[in-house]
């Protein structure tokens, strides 16, 4: 076992490897490349080492500078977080991959030096995965607006990279909505502080009671969040941001960042709030609803592949939010279906925006019906994409799967029918946006165009995520387990984990 | 972890693990693909086989690997598993064969091979499905495997019934989950029991039940093409010819015929289901879809089309036979799985051959193609005959145990559609054998392949004859032991008598 | 949702540079929703304790193992040392997207200012003097490396409008790396103490108070880079 004392630091690696990082890739740009890959590699790494801390010694805290809350800050590690940081580091990893390729221009520079894009991208998305794995560690709702900041800014600079109008607009707008919700989210930090006196999570859990005044930071900080998240109505700055910039930093944007601002409004939900019998539940399940259909018919309308795949994200979250509902009864298992498709989503979205660049990068457009027989001319991508769907969709086996199942299985029970409706009508129409560009992959395009090459590691490390996506399928008994680290949830619902012992066979080597 | 783990695991992976080779070899390594795909169809036909001797002696083969809280993904092999595990895996090593030959030219093979591989592996993974989550699993795995082969020749009409395959069969799927996800908060189980096991809810939850029953019926009743959800079946007639076998005789259609199967006996059982009143409704819809798949084969001259409207007619009986819900109508249902399969592929494999060899797809080109092509047409006589009924082809056994199935269980209305339909599968199918056995051939073929001296590729040939001969084995020797009525026999015995 | 209806137009992003406004319906909802929001808050506001139970008291307590004597500098380089590390990031973010966006635009040479040049001769120093005030005074007073950076920043600023520019050999590493000077030594040292077994950012009491100089020094510098550097609006 890794000792005692050493082992919360790799937490520590996980915020500064890529910060560092960033720093030596913006210092020399030269060797940018390298040393961003280098940094990845290094990053994702790092995650591995805390798997056994946490099975070892359960939830842990960490005193940044040794003080301690309240006076100080604390990062702190439960299964949640845990799953969170892994889920970057695999999209991370295969999102650094690809865009060693797709970021490279054709004919090399001359003059060794990397193109712009490439020179700035491995800076700027370095402090977002710094920004992210910061995010999830942190228990001080202060420092974590300093880590939503940094995302952020982050973001926005990735988005605008690619140039032309369009990224610059969506940029902009994403820009000024992420102003926004970080605002209304530090509006709530403020109230709470002053009335609470910490700023620490777990402290603050103990003393939040029903008070006007908690209401109110309820009400800033959801607004807030639900802005960054893109939950309908509050979607319109997704699809243009993200479907207008290039194509590794939209696969980063869905999977990840708009995941960060979830996870936090989880955290937020499952530590502070929980108990206010607010309402806000409900009306977040509606809004959820009503993001599924919306985006899925959206998604269904649009002509162009990155549009329909941003939409198809504004769907997708929209399942994140049945949860809170459902959760009320539910419990912990619900909360469990949510961290899946949030962490199937990740994978998922990642793989498809990557095959779109692919896609993009060999045909030169992105138009749907003009695809040119390309499951014949690059079948591993298109594969990709249709592993990718089959989670979107929800059908088995898949991350997708079991998450919908799951909350599926809360709605019966419950008797909401309508929100069973709404998850099944869900996964028909991703079926059809889905199956609109498998279709139309196996035809010939009507004016044939010149097709551009597609290096094999842009090929495969989306199917990789899309893999993964599938595989996350039959985790979920070995997941579980990992997950109820430190008890996020709460307490155990009746029977969650009865079909774990024999999986594992014998002890379970992951229990808290 | 022994034989009764690894022997249903086996027969999964015999093909799904040569399926994923396929997809990565390339395209002009054709010997190691065949070699692939032969190993592995017969791999699996000898595990298959070993696994009959065993349930035959009473083993019971089981996997099991959790999956979701309280669930498990189970693999079980009964007689009644057995019996559909045995028809798709004998008759995939046949079509493997013939696609083979049929594919000998065209492009993109390793594609079509590798689906056509996971399509096997999800079919005999719905007959091995110990519970509702594995059917469903399998049962949506092998609607995406599918759609690649539907679409394979990639042309427009190709795409749109691609479309209108996966607009049916996930709608059906969809209705299949709900109806599954809502039974398992009713009764915290979906292990497949013989007789059922929602019984014990008959008082508190009638409606609920009925509703779950109707969901999950037309979520298989899709694949199995009931009217009027039947309309994809047509469409999907693009796609080669090899794919048409698969769809109709050995995995779409069948995996929805199986499904109603299990669904009344395994999860609702068939004396509940009669009590819920839910039995006879379908009765009426298998009998309407028998006349009207009857009706519309008599209208089509595409060979294929008429072909694909008498599956719908065929594969109704099925339905009809279990929802009757006598042990005699049973058994009809149960071995016209079989029956249904051996013929209608059969006539398939004649039809892809006809049109390969010279060209021919539609009825009134068939002028005297008997003189040309003997063994085929053979071949087509015997499957024609069986599905008109005539002794002693397989279908005259199905309808034999039909017909005295539905007057033991009074519902006397059924025979009357069986002997309609008779009449009109021998309207729509004696006009083809007349035109090709005693008319003139035509000066020239509409687009001839030299095969030689042979009237065509053996591995074209070969298939179709040995299913003819096995539609006429079965009916002739239908009392032997393992024969598909024993076997039929003795799963409705454990429905209906056992204790 | 007018939005939502603009973006499912693809292609229209480029037209909608100039948004038209909402309309008369939309605006009174908006105005309604804010009214709402004011009265929401005014009534959490005023529902508060009127004294915050707050953190002063263990602030002041912890005060003397900070290594400074001024509370505010206490906390942020000390026991908060970790928000204004990243927030020291967040700068040099800053700057990086601005960075990566477009090259500076090519500002017409103002024309030597006679009075300018003159003014900035004398101020120069003087500036440079009130910023190492302004960091020294740090430790026990109000002040710092924030208000230091900003006054040196308005230095670099007022130079580069009176027309001098930074020598060909500093503009390429040697400027990126003051740039990022400031919070490379914070997480150097941060992580530096982490040999010994301790959390990170904790300083040993005996050299807290020199280490917390040493971060600010390099703070100044890199505040006032950035500064500077925003102004010009773009990689030079």
């Known amino acids: ?512 | 972890m022994n034989g009764t783990f690894w022997l249903p695991m086996l027969v999964l992976g015999s093909s799904l693990l040569p399926g994923l080779l396929i997809f990565f070899l390339a395209e002009d390594r054709s010997g190691i693909r065949t070699l692939l795909n032969l190993a592995g169809a017969v791999a699996k036909l000898l595990a298959v086989l070993w696994m009959l001797w065993g349930v035959y002696n009473g083993v019971a083969y089981e996997a099991r690997l959790p999956f979701l809280p309280g669930l498990d993904l189970v693999l079980r092999v009964g007689p009644l598993s057995l019996l559909f595990v045995v028809l798709s895996t004998g008759l995939w090593l046949l079509t493997t064969i013939y696609a083979i030959g049929y594919l000998e030219r065209s492009p993109h093979r390793s594609r079509f091979f590798g689906f056509f591989s996971l399509c096997v592996t999800a079919t005999v993974g719905v007959a091995m499905a110990g519970n509702l989550l594995t059917f469903v699993l399998f049962y949506e795995l092998l609607t995406l495997a599918t759609y690649p082969l539907v679409v394979h020749r990639g042309s427009e009409a190709a795409r749109q019934a691609g479309q209108v395959y996966l607009a049916h069969t996930l709608f059906g799927g969809a209705l299949l989950l709900a109806g599954t996800v809502w039974l398992y908060t009713l009764t915290g189980t979906l292990e497949f029991t013989p007789r059922g096991f929602v019984s014990h809810l008959g008082e508190t939850h009638r409606g609920s039940l009925i509703a779950i029953f109707a969901l999950t019926v037309v979520g298989v009743g899709v694949k199995a093409a009931l009217v009027p959800l039947h309309s994809w079946l047509p469409r999907a007639m693009v796609a080669p010819a090899p794919v048409s076998a698969l769809l109709h005789a050995v995995a779409v259609v069948k995996a929805g015929a199986f499904g109603v199967v299990r669904l009344l006996y395994d999860v609702f059982g068939a004396e509940f289901a009669a009590s819920l009143g839910v039995t006879g409704p379908l009765a009426v819809v298998a009998g309407a879809t028998i006349l009207y798949g009857s009706l519309r084969a008599l209208y089509q001259d595409d060979l294929k089309r008429r072909l694909a409207f008498s599956t719908v007619s065929q594969v109704a009986y099925i339905t009809l036979g279990v929802a009757i819900a006598g042990p005699l109508a049973t058994i009809g249902g149960l071995v016209h799985l079989v029956h249904q399969g051996v013929m209608k592929i059969t006539l398939f494999f004649c039809a892809g051959n006809l049109a390969e060899t010279l060209g021919i797809h539609k009825v009134s080109e068939m002028c005297g193609v008997g003189r040309r092509m003997p063994w085929t047409m053979a071949a087509f006589t015997v499957g024609a005959f069986g599905m008109i009924g005539l002794p002693p082809v397989a279908g005259f056994v199905t309808k034999w145990y039909l017909g005295i199935g539905a007057l033991e269980a009074g519902q006397d209305w059924a025979v009357y559609v069986l002997a309609g339909s008779s009449l009109l599968n021998a309207a729509y199918f004696l006009p083809i054998l007349h035109v090709a056995w005693f008319r003139p051939p035509p000066p020239a073929w509409p687009h001839e392949h030299d095969f030689g001296p042979r009237e065509t590729a053996w591995a074209l040939l070969l298939p179709p004859v040995v299913t003819a001969i096995l539609s006429v084995a079965v009916g002739l020797f239908a009392a032997a032991p393992f024969s598909p009525l024993e076997w039929a026999t003795l799963i409705a015995e454990r429905e209906f008598y056992l204790p | 949702m007018p939005d939502t209806r603009s973006t499912s137009v693809p292609g229209t992003v480029r037209a909608r540079a100039l948004p038209a406004g909402p309309g008369p319906t939309a605006r009174l909802i908006l105005l309604l929703l804010l009214a709402a929001v004011l009265v929401g808050l005014a009534t959490a506001v005023l529902s508060l304790p009127p004294v915050a139970p707050g953190l002063g008291a263990v602030v002041t307590e912890h005060l003397p193992a900070s290594g400074v004597e001024h509370p505010v500098t206490a906390v942020l380089l000390n026991f908060r040392g970790y928000d204004t590390l990243l927030e020291l990031a967040v700068l040099w973010l800053a700057l990086l997207a601005v960075w990566s966006l477009t090259p500076a635009p090519l500002a017409h040479e103002p024309t030597a200012n006679p009075m300018l040049a003159a003014l900035n001769q004398l101020l120069a120093p003087l500036m440079i003097l009130v910023a190492g005030y302004l960091l020294w005074n740090g430790g026990h007073a109000p002040g710092g490396a924030f208000q230091a950076g900003a006054v040196l920043g308005a230095t670099g600023v007022l130079l580069h409008l009176s027309g001098r520019r930074l020598p060909r050999a500093v503009d390429g590493w040697p400027l990126r790396l003051a740039l990022l000077l400031g919070v490379a030594l914070f997480s150097l040292i941060g992580l530096a103490v982490m040999a010994g077994g301790a959390p990170f950012l904790t300083y040993p009491p005996a050299s807290a108070g020199g280490l917390i100089l040493a971060i600010e020094a390099a703070a100044t510098l890199s505040i006032a880079a950035t500064l500077a550097a925003l102004f010009l609006g773009g990689r030079p």
């Open chain 1, 1 to 512: 076992m890794i000792p005692n004392l050493a082992s919360p630091g790799w937490a520590v690696a996980l915020i500064f490897i890529p910060l560092l990082g960033a720093m030596l890739a913006f210092l020399l740009p030269r060797i940018g490349v390298t040393l961003g890959l280098l940094a990845a590699v290094l990053t994702a790494g790092s995650v591995l080492p805390l798997l056994p801390m946490l099975a070892a010694h359960g939830a842990t805290n960490i005193r940044i500078g040794g003080w301690g809350a309240p006076l100080g800050i604390e990062l702190s590690i439960d299964g949640l977080t845990m799953a969170m940081l892994a889920m970057t580091a695999l999209v991370g990893i295969a999102v650094s991959a690809y865009a060693t390729c797709y970021l490279r221009p054709v004919p090399s520079r001359p003059d060794g030096q990397p193109d712009l894009q490439q020179r700035h991208f491995w800076p700027l998305w370095l402090v977002l995965w710094a920004a992210l794995n910061a995010l999830f560690l942190s228990s001080d709702i202060f420092n974590l607006y300093v880590t939503l900041e940094l995302l952020g800014l982050a973001a926005v600079a990735l988005t605008a990279l690619s140039g032309g109008a369009d990224a610059l607009n969506g940029a902009m707008r994403y820009l000024l909505v992420s102003l926004l919700g970080s605002l209304g989210y530090l509006l709530g930090v403020a109230l709470l502080y002053h009335a609470y006196g910490t700023l620490d999570l777990g402290l603050l859990a103990l003393r939040v009671g029903d008070e006007t005044v908690t209401r109110a930071a309820l009400g800033a900080m959801t607004a807030g969040l639900l802005v960054k998240t893109a939950l309908f109505p509050l979607h319109f700055w997704l699809p243009p941001a993200h479907a207008s910039a290039s194509a590794p930093v939209s696969a980063l944007l869905s999977a990840l960042v708009v995941k960060a601002s979830f996870y936090l409004l989880l955290r937020l939900w499952l530590t502070l709030f929980g108990d206010l019998d607010s309402g806000l539940a409900t009306l977040l399940g509606v809004l959820g609803a009503i993001a599924i259909l919306w985006g899925s018919i959206q998604a269904l309308r649009q002509a162009r592949l990155k549009l329909l795949i941003a939409y198809s994200t504004v769907a997708q979250i929209g399942y994140l939010f049945l949860a809170f509902p459902l959760a009320a009864t539910g419990g912990a298992v619900v909360w469990g279906a949510a961290v899946y498709l949030v962490l199937s989503h990740a994978l998922a979205k990642a793989a498809m925006f990557l095959t779109a660049g692919s896609l993009l990068r060999f045909g030169a457009h992105d138009r749907i019906a003009d695809l040119d027989r390309v499951v014949h001319r690059l079948p591993i991508t298109i594969g990709a994409f249709t592993l990718a769907g089959v989670s979107i969709m929800g059908l088995p086996p898949s991350g997708g799967f079991i998450g919908k199942w799951l909350l599926l299985q809360a709605a019966f029970s419950q008797g909401r029918w309508g929100l069973a409706l709404v998850m099944l009508a869900g996964g028909l129409l991703a079926a059809a946006y889905v199956f609109k560009v498998i279709g139309y992959a196996f035809t010939p395009a009507v004016v044939p165009h010149q097709a551009g090459l597609v290096p094999p590691t842009m090929e495969w490390t989306a199917l990789a995520l899309g893999a993964g996506a599938i595989l996350l399928g039959f985790a979920w008994p070995l997941l579980w387990p990992l997950l109820e680290i430190g008890m996020p949830f709460g307490a155990l619902a009746p029977d969650p984990g009865a079909a774990v012992g024999p999986w594992l066979g014998g002890p379970r080597i992951l229990a808290p």
